[in-house]
């Protein structure tokens, strides 16, 4: 169980990514399944040369900027539709990403008989992974980038994020770039993806092409459960709620083997049946009453976090 959870800790990045995309920015970016792998290759290379883990997890986090700066021009210059643009640079990156490793997979234990050094290096030697120990530690980084996330929102260009995603023509009526916004929001977003697979390859002690395929599904499930369970009403509460979501997300799959209810092949549709189960919550007046999620009145940031990213806004602004 211990596994789940600090896995479900290091996905946690992932899926605050993937939380400023959907519900922040309102924008359907498949580029994770990509850019995970972008950072997740990017550092297990750089490892594996013996260049400094620390370095190669900050490289894991550039690329995957990089990768969210390919979409975002892709679709503000180039005028192309978001969910396409994502997906091109998703398919695009698969090419990439095995140049950038130069084989399908890099494995980080050992090479010429000399052990890697990795950021969990520390933790294993003083013998603390997969106990409480190594919880707190990944704990700590998971809630302090939650911290930053939410400044991030609550700074003068947070708010000019949540504009753009609330109404993007208003915004840009009221003197807001939103196509920088959305650039730099997705560069963001993506660079936490890519930290977040460059974290997960020195975990596992290995790098594979494939270790991102369907992640965009995890990240989705982890905000809405997430959003289901700590409500949307206070931006706080709906960027932590996604950490929350990630753990559940996580220790659910763990008691559906290990209770065997389903197989490790299994995953996926575990994940979209989540998925389903959280968007009829989050979605049900009557429901979300019954668990007191969210206000009968609402809030600003309420309607902005209503399930994927389309709130009542436009309903509210229409009463007389």
Do not use: C
């Not at 990795?118 to 700590?140: C, D, H, N, Q």
């Not at 599904?217 to 950490?243: D, E, H, K, Q």
């Not at 009453?289 to 709130?311: H, Y």
């Amino acid at each position: 169980m211990i596994a789940s959870v600090e896995q479900g800790l290091i996905f946690a990045l992932l899926a605050l990514g993937v939380f400023l995309t959907y519900r922040i920015l309102n924008f359907a970016d498949l580029t994770v399944d990509s850019s995970f792998t972008t950072g997740g290759g990017t550092a297990a290379i750089m490892v594996y040369n013996g260049l400094d883990p620390w370095l190669a997890t900050a490289a894991g986090l550039a690329v995957g900027a990089l990768a969210g700066l390919i979409t975002g021009l892709l679709h503000t210059r180039l005028k192309i539709d978001p969910l396409l643009a994502s997906i091109l640079t998703m398919i695009g990156l698969y090419s990439i990403n095995l140049r950038i490793m130069g084989q399908p997979n890099v494995g980080l234990n050992m090479r010429q008989g000399k052990r890697l050094v990795t950021v969990f290096s520390g933790l294993k030697e003083a013998e603390m992974m997969g106990k409480w120990e190594s919880v707190a530690v990944l704990a700590v980084v998971a809630l302090a980038f939650t911290g930053l996330i939410v400044w991030f929102l609550s700074t003068n260009f947070g708010l000019g994020v949540q504009a753009t995603g609330d109404n993007p023509g208003m915004a840009l009526a009221s003197g807001i770039s939103t196509d920088w916004y959305k650039i730099v929001t997705l560069m963001v977003s993506n660079g936490l993806v890519g930290l977040s697979g460059a974290i997960y390859a020195q975990y596992q002690g290995f790098a594979d092409i494939s270790m991102g395929i369907g992640l965009i599904l995890v990240g989705l499930a982890s905000v809405i459960v997430g959003n289901a369970i700590l409500g949307t009403r206070y931006m706080v509460l709906a960027a932590l709620g996604v950490v929350i979501g990630s753990l559940v997300y996580r220790l659910v799959l763990f008691y559906a083997i290990s209770w065997r209810i389903a197989e490790t092949g299994d995953m996926k549709l575990i994940s979209a049946v989540l998925v389903v189960l959280a968007l009829v919550l989050s979605q049900n007046q009557t429901l979300r009453n019954a668990f007191g999620r969210l206000s009968s009145g609402g809030s600003r940031v309420a309607a902005k976090l209503s399930p994927l990213g389309r709130g009542p806004l436009a309903a509210k602004k229409a009463e007389p």
